[in-house]
């Protein structure tokens, strides 16, 4: 390919002699296609909408990666700050394969069938298609008939014969560009030259690993383009995946300072740890208002930032990882541990952590699956080795059979004392149930780890928090939990540790030595007689 990018139209006749040389430069060159071919609409531009699309150079690299891409069978992920052009470069790649790779065989998918596809909107997949198409010269398309049906372009060669003396005419299957929603069966049904996947971000939980297991049997080749939506989605899985880590995906990122009039002046500002122009300061300022969600919003449209886009819960300077000061329980401290309990034949796991009341660390974790009586077993030995510390389990269905256990092991179990809503009648019940108050303890555990009075030891847990949402974000009493197909019960046992940690008392370590210690909690007595606390609560 050459290196002049950049002649228009009116210069075509001189620099080249006629159609024919400028069909076959564009045929091996789709720089030069796009560059003095391809149109695109934008409703802001003040000439009526429809502009040439003049590639800038970084999206000239990305044309390049995309057709080594193609031509060496490999998966591209970009992402990307909002209106860098990324979608309609990628269509108009496209569409030059379409136009000069017989055979050539495309599926387009985005998150919903009107974002594929719908008559009258230029602003779908298949509504920006058209609008290429209808601009490109009939003699980059000759002999060529395009068929359009719903979420389908299929182009076909005429040839014409006399026979007779009359003349025939035979439609040949050239190549086709069809459009899919985002489903379980997305790309199921067909083999296909080149998948791509647009606003891979927001497919949905659960559907989009799906997706992106079932396309690498569909095509050899896939283009996902998306911006940031949190890290609980598979967009972020592949970003931050083995694929990309060893060069089997290739990652562009199509950032806003990369833009020649969006990034002029461009400093990178430490303490806030993100790029900043005039440009970029004067988008925060039209974007900003008195809420938390148009934060989000700036990360994930202009910022290319995982952790705070979305709806995260736990804001990540809030999640540090902490070197734990003892890995062993100490004599002198008192503990709470959380339990949340799954079932042991479903998908969750169970879950326990237990925090330390003089200084908020995580000192324990265990997660996995094993039957209810094993569970009991295990807590009951770590409420003795943490010194018969506060149990705080999470009441609900699954756990029935050990909670039942548990109260007649363990003393000092968490108790609430519940008004009942029909009778008004107060009963004690133990364990934490969440029913009206999950908002609540979520609250509690931002503000605790705000304030750096509990600690995360262990990685996983961090993981987890970076993926918990307010699902209602903007609402009163919010819905939390993790993204569709993701797991939060590392958070759920964290929190509930959180909320014992309130009626746990402190233990002065000077106060007592390990025998009187011994004698207090009872260990040095045959009978199993708890210390216990008053943590029972309206």
Not at 35 to 47: G, Q
Not at 423 to 443: D, H, P, S
Request: proline content about 3%; charged content about 30%; aromatic content about 12%.
């Amino acid at each position: 390919m050459e290196n002049d990018y950049t002649l228009d139209q009116l210069r075509l006749a001189k620099a080249l002699r006629d159609q024919d040389e400028i069909y076959e430069r564009c045929s091996v060159d789709p720089i030069f296609y796009i560059n003095n071919f391809v149109k695109t609409e934008d409703p802001r531009s003040k000439t009526g909408g429809l502009v040439s699309l003049k590639l800038y150079e970084y999206q000239e690299e990305y044309v390049l990666s995309m057709h080594d891409a193609f031509l060496h069978d490999k998966d591209i992920l970009i992402d990307k700050s909002r209106d860098m052009g990324a979608t309609w470069v990628t269509l108009a790649y496209l569409s030059w394969l379409a136009l000069f790779y017989p055979r050539f065989q495309g599926l387009i998918g985005s998150k919903t069938a009107d974002d594929v596809d719908k008559a009258g909107l230029p602003n779908t997949i298949f509504g920006k298609l058209d609008i290429v198409f209808k601009n490109i010269p009939k003699f980059l398309m000759p002999d060529m008939e395009i068929s359009r049906t719903d979420k389908k372009l299929a182009f076909y060669k005429i040839k014409r014969e006399k026979v007779n003396g009359e003349i025939v005419e035979d439609r040949d299957f050239y190549s086709s560009l069809t459009g899919q929603s985002c489903t379980e069966n997305f790309s199921v049904s067909g083999r296909y030259s080149l998948i791509f996947l647009d606003e891979f971000s927001k497919w949905g939980a659960g559907i989009d690993t799906k997706a992106w297991g079932q396309t690498a049997d569909t095509s050899r080749c896939r283009f996902i383009i998306g911006t940031p939506n949190g890290m609980g989605n598979e967009f972020a899985n592949i970003r931050f995946g083995e694929s990309i880590k060893r060069g089997v995906t290739v990652h562009i990122e199509f950032h806003w300072r990369q833009h020649p009039t969006k990034g002029v002046g461009a400093w990178y500002d430490e303490e806030q740890k993100r790029w900043r122009s005039p440009w970029y300061d004067s988008e925060v300022l039209r974007r900003q208002h008195s809420d938390g969600e148009s934060l989000s919003l700036i990360r994930q449209e202009l910022d290319i930032d995982y952790i705070t886009s979305g709806s995260p819960t736990f804001p990540e300077r809030y999640l540090n990882k902490w070197k734990p000061t003892f890995t062993e329980p100490q004599y002198w401290d008192r503990y709470s541990m959380g339990i949340d309990f799954a079932s042991e034949t479903g998908k969750d796991r169970q879950s326990i952590d237990i925090l330390s009341k003089s200084n908020g660390e995580q000192i324990f974790h265990w997660d996995g699956n094993i039957s209810m009586n094993n569970l009991f077993l295990k807590i009951r030995e770590l409420y003795i080795r943490f010194n018969k510390c506060l149990v705080v389990p999470e009441t609900n269905a699954d756990g029935d059979m050990t909670l039942r256990l548990l109260r007649g092991k363990v003393n000092n179990l968490y108790r609430q004392i519940r008004e009942d809503s029909v009778t008004r009648k107060k009963a004690l019940q133990y364990g934490f149930n969440m029913t009206g108050r999950k908002e609540m303890i979520v609250m509690k555990t931002v503000n605790a780890l705000e304030l750096g009075d509990v600690k995360i030891t262990e990685q996983c847990t961090i993981d987890e928090m970076r993926i918990y949402e307010d699902k209602g974000v903007g609402r009163l009493g919010g819905k939390y939990g993790a993204p569709d197909g993701k797991h939060d019960d590392r958070v759920t046992s964290f929190m509930l540790a959180v909320e014992g940690l309130d009626y746990v008392p402190k233990v002065d370590k000077n106060k007592y030595d390990q025998k009187v210690f011994d004698d207090f909690f009872g260990i040095n007595k045959k009978k199993d007689e708890d210390y216990i606390y008053d943590c029972a609560a309206y």
